[in-house]
């Protein structure tokens, strides 16, 4: 029985749901019309139907004056209308939920009488919206912008963005470090294919044989090595044989191109190759110098495709027999030569590279995203000494590419074992060097870390600090250099560095300048110059020129009696009874009056 009650309900509802979807759809389409209406000018369709009347402005007959169409819907509206219309007042808009609330249910089931109110509604500009949030299309803004919020601290941003990136494990470590590689192998057997590339790899190289450039700045020495000069030694002679055996195969596979082609040519040129590539896999080259000789390789690369592009417009535009044409096929067969490729392959062998390369990068980049947050760790414990926490993450991270660079997996160790080391370095040398305003050497740095390690320990030992005798007893040193360590240590303070928050006064604004006068006393030295002037101008001219020569008054510089008395060509003693009587002439009361303000001043 209840559901037999329940249905008829239900069925309400549905038809409510459906009519009020209607309602909506044209209700939008009513809208849309007449912004279309408005933005092209034209008139309602009340004013098309009102402009039909008869000649003369007369209205039809059994039409009363001042009841239009308009005026009827004011006089005969509904209640439930008033409050509609009332509710979209304010500004000039009202959503569909509150339409559907205050419609009544047989108005909602109609169709014909929602349509009615809807244009209605629509004529009076009233908009319909899904929601109160919605805005009108074009808005002005009138006023100044408001102001921006204050945007989230990067670093914070910089750590929730890290903490999406997982760790690798020990398996993708290796697996990664053998796609760097395996990328690296790739570009090489592209790269030195050309006996050119050869001999500038020899050449860049040959250095070392020359003495001008050390191994570890050509090749990835191992670590040990560093501080073994016999192991040194045997890796530097190891290097060059590998760089002369390099050279000779060029020379080889020079002398056979030369040949007439055959299988057997062709098969020694190969082998030739295949003991180039081994041999330049055994140099273990440092990744810089790679990347410079790809650089090279691709701008020769870049400029033979230019160059053929060249020679294709000039034919298409019928120029192949000029100047300019001859000298670009002439530039054009030397980069072919150069490269020992034709355009075809040139352009393939670029992007074989380009993918090798991609392949490096998504790996190394693999490597970094997955060991950052062992240079946050690391980053803490040096926090406090000179530099932000933001600059020490971005060294760090320097140190952390430096270690991916170099990292070998077949050592067998932890890539995090590896690089903790290049991480620390990057950070300590860069507190080192950024730190302090004005730069110390790095090897002062460790002698400073050196003396602070003992001080602390003769702290924790003693309960005292220790003095500079038993420091430089301590570390056998001069006492001459511990004293120099302990005031180069004192850290300088930048006099521009701000002493509040709004950045309106620095620390040069309260230090004393000695070198620099007072404004009070500069401005007691010009009156002094005043009333000194005003003092000499009662003197004849020669008194006045003898005193200035005697006391220095106007060059600073004063003169003995004799040298007056030589400009003058005068004895000594008639300089000195003119200058008796000048003075006396100014230590007249009345004129010792006028420097009276001044007594501090002249003491």
């Known amino acids: 029985m209840r559901g037999a009650m329940m249905r008829p309900l239900r069925i309400c509802r549905k038809r409510e749901a459906s009519c009020f979807r209607k309602l909506r759809r044209k209700g939008a389409r009513a809208m849309k019309s007449e912004k279309e209406r408005k933005r092209l000018g034209r008139p309602p369709a009340a004013a098309k139907a009102g402009a039909k009347r008869p000649a003369g402005g007369k209205r039809g007959p059994g039409r009363p004056p001042g009841r239009g169409r308009k005026a009827r819907e004011m006089t005969d509206r509904e209640p439930w209308l008033d409050t509609v219309y009332e509710k979209a007042s304010g500004d000039k808009r009202i959503t569909y939920e509150e339409l559907e609330d205050l419609v009544p249910d047989d108005v909602l089931m109609s169709t014909d009488r929602l349509e009615e109110v809807v244009a209605g509604l629509v004529r009076s500009g009233i908009m319909m919206t899904e929601t109160r949030a919605e805005e009108p299309e074009a808005v002005i803004q009138k006023g100044p912008k408001p102001i921006i919020q204050r945007t989230e601290d990067p670093t914070k941003s910089y750590f929730r963005e890290l903490s999406k990136l997982p760790l690798l494990t020990r398996e993708e470590e290796i697996r ?87 299988p057997s040519v062709r098969k020694y040129i190969a082998d030739s190759k295949r003991v180039v590539f081994s041999r330049v896999q055994t140099l273990s080259l440092q990744h810089h110098l790679i990347n410079n000789l790809i650089d090279e390789f691709k701008a020769k690369g870049m400029e033979a495709l230019g160059l053929a592009h060249e020679l294709l417009v ?56 997955g060991n950052v947050r062992l240079v946050i760790s690391i980053a803490k414990r040096y926090a406090n000494r000179g530099l932000e926490f933001a600059d020490l993450l971005e060294e760090g991270n320097v140190g952390l590419i430096k270690a991916v660079e170099k990292f070998n997996y077949r050592k067998g160790f932890k890539f995090s074992t590896y690089a903790t080391w290049w991480i ?18 790095a090897h002062i740095i460790d002698a400073i870390n050196k003396v602070a390690k003992i001080q602390r320990q003769f702290m924790q030992k003693q309960g005292r600090e220790a003095t500079i005798a038993e420091l430089a007893q301590r570390l056998s040193t001069p ?31 309260f230090i004393y300048d000695e070198k ?20 000499l101008a009662v003197l004849t001219k020669r008194e006045e020129k003898v005193l200035r020569l005697r ?3 106007g060059d600073g510089c004063p003169r003995t009696l004799e040298e007056v008395g030589q400009i003058f060509n005068i004895t000594r003693e008639r300089v000195r009874q003119i200058e008796a009587k000048a003075l006396k002439k100014l230590r007249h009361p009345v004129r010792l009056r006028r420097f009276e303000p001044l007594r501090d001043l002249l003491q």
């Open 516 to 535: 620099t006068a007072s404004p009070s006393h500069a401005a007691g030295v010009s009156l002094l110059g005043e009333k000194l002037e005003e003092a």
């Open 551 to 553: 006391f220095g008054l």
């Open 424 to 441: 620390k370095q990057a950070i300590t040398r860069a507190i080192a060097d950024q730190s302090r305003t004005v730069r110390v050497p």
């Open 176 to 262: 990664y470090s053998k796609e760097m590689e395996e990328g690296y192998k790739s570009i090489i057997k592209y790269l030195f294919d050309p006996i050119s590339m050869m001999r500038r790899l020899v050449e860049e190289c040959w250095s070392i044989e020359e003495g001008t450039k050390s191994l570890d700045q050509i090749a990835r020495v191992e670590f040990e090595c560093l501080f073994d000069k016999k192991a040194l030694w045997r890796d530097r002679q190891r290097f060059i044989r590998c760089l002369r055996d390099i050279r000779r195969e060029a020379d080889k596979i020079e002398k056979l191109k030369q040949r007439k082609p055959s």
């Open 479 to 509: 006492k001459e250099k511990i004293e120099a360590l302990s005031k180069i240590s004192q850290f300088g303070v930048s006099l521009d560095k701000p002493v509040d928050d709004d950045e309106t006064s620095f620390i040069g604004d």
């Open 314 to 369: 000039a034919k298409a535009e019928g120029r192949e027999g000029t100047p300019e044409v001859t000298e670009v096929r002439r530039k054009l067969r030397e980069t072919h030569d150069f490269l020992d490729r034709n355009t075809a392959d040139v352009r393939k062998v670029l992007t074989e590279i380009a993918l090798c390369e991609n392949r490096i990068l998504a790996a190394r980049d693999k490597m970094i995203e």
